[in-house]
């Protein structure tokens, strides 16, 4: 396979460019490598011919590589892109990824490529995920960075002027394009969402109102304006849960426990099983009403194949159907002896074992396409070493804002997890999924 690789390289390229030996000047970043990860030397000293513009030598270095097949998709991906051959460039860089899935340098390389292209959505895209996925890594952030800086003014200074020539609809896309580059920035995002309040349009002004909770979540106006979108775009579940929560910031506040109270009976009419609609009202959430609300909300993008997972103890459970589901699609595990113990309250811990392996499913079972927005600063756990066993699903869960720390940030792993935080945590989910 090696050789041939070689053979089909060497021909594509002696279509394409002329060798030469002069440097080539040029203002693409070539990633760095880990040099423990290559033993040959010749690769290692292509790839120092790329960082220093001599494409023709590096060319020459990589001819002579028994590297692995994908980095020498990757090593000549650099050497197209240096002769901006952008469409060859390409097609290396996702050659090198059907070898190797997760492959910093092939994933850089193609978001350099869109960035070439003018393309900065799709190039920010790239830099978002490569940043969720190695946050410590210098030139990731740095691109990211500045990206993000630039075409947020540049979606600002548009919104400004659609303002003032009172072009309404240019005004809110301008500010959705700058929120998308700069999610962090709160005041965009409640901008937004005042918008589509005013001209009622609940959903949307949920959305907006929901990702500036995240960044104040006990801000009350915003919980306010978030709880009544709910209510008016008959989202029920979701308004109990922000009316609870601000029952808790403001407890013994008779009008919240009144509305709190009208939700209920018009919940209670919706065609769902009591003990369902139960769980939003109470403080702690077990096994069964996990699988319940999993299987609830994801049910069109969970399955399994071959037999269903045999349970002893759920027979007369309200979510019988929906643990089946989620155990025999691997999202939640059973017990030894074929017990589900669907009334154990769960721990924080566990839930983001859960939540990572539900993550998994929708990517990896049902090929689906799910969009985060990185937390824009480093978040470490103060109560989690990174000995931890779910250390890693919590960091990611953590970066993706999926789940939070607290004030002293904490992750407080042993914690019973509210259903409150389960419904946010789960409704982000359903939101980043791009159809």
């Not at 998308?180 to 001209?199: A, M, R």
């Not at 801000?219 to 009544?228: C, P, Q, R």
């Not at 702690?284 to 103890?313: K, S």
Request: glycine share 4%; aromatic share 12%.
């Amino acid at each position: 396979m090696k050789s041939y690789l070689i053979i089909v390289l060497i021909i594509l390229f002696a279509f394409t460019s002329c060798v030469t030996t002069k440097k080539v000047k040029y203002d693409i970043d070539i990633p760095e490598i880990d040099v423990k990860g290559y033993n040959d030397p010749f690769f290692k000293e292509g790839w120092e011919s790329l960082k220093t513009g001599q494409v023709d030598l590096a060319y020459e270095k990589f001819k002579e590589s028994n590297s692995q097949d994908y980095k020498l998709y990757n090593a000549f991906g650099y050497v197209y892109l240096l002769k901006n051959k952008l469409n060859n460039a390409a097609r290396n860089f996702k050659e090198s990824i059907k070898l190797e899935k997760d492959n910093i340098q092939a994933e850089y390389g193609l978001a350099m490529i869109s960035e070439i292209r003018n393309d900065h959505e799709k190039a920010f895209l790239i830099y978002s995920e490569l940043l969720s996925k190695y946050p410590e890594t210098a030139w990731i952030r740095t691109k990211y960075e500045f990206i993000k800086s630039r075409e947020t003014q540049k979606h600002m200074k548009n919104a400004d002027e659609n303002l003032t020539s009172n072009n309404n609809e240019g005004y809110i896309r301008s500010l959705e394009k700058a929120s998308e580059f700069s999610p962090e920035i709160t005041e965009i995002k409640l901008k937004i969402g005042d918008h589509y309040f005013q001209n009622n349009d609940f959903v949307n002004a949920s959305k907006y109102y929901e990702y500036a909770l995240e960044n104040r979540p006990n801000e009350i106006d915003i919980l306010n304006k978030l709880a009544e979108s709910y209510e008016n775009s008959e989202n029920l579940d979701s308004a109990i849960v922000i009316f609870k929560k601000l029952l808790k910031l403001k407890p013994g506040d008779i009008s919240i426990t009144n509305r709190i109270n009208d939700l209920k009976i018009k919940f209670h009419e919706i065609d769902l099983p009591v003990k369902f609609k139960n769980i939003f009202f109470k403080e702690n959430i077990n096994r069964e009403e996990l699988a319940a609300l999993i299987g609830h909300y994801f049910g069109d993008y969970i399955f399994y194949e071959g037999q269903p997972v045999i349970l002893t103890d759920i027979k007369n459970s309200f979510a019988k159907d929906h643990i089946i589901k989620v155990c025999s699609s691997g999202i939640i595990k059973g017990n030894p002896g074929h017990s589900f113990d669907r009334f154990t309250i769960i721990s924080r811990s566990f839930y983001a074992t859960v939540i990572s392996s539900l993550l998994d499913f929708l990517q990896d079972k049902s090929k689906l396409y799910l969009k985060f927005t990185p937390s824009a600063i480093e978040l470490e756990p103060s109560d989690i070493s990174p000995l931890h066993r779910n250390y890693r699903n919590i960091k990611f869960l953590l970066k993706t804002q999926i789940l939070k720390l607290d004030e002293m940030n904490n992750f407080n792993p042993t914690k019973k997890i509210s259903p409150s935080d389960v419904m946010i945590s789960l409704r982000k989910i359903i939101k980043s999924i791009q159809k």
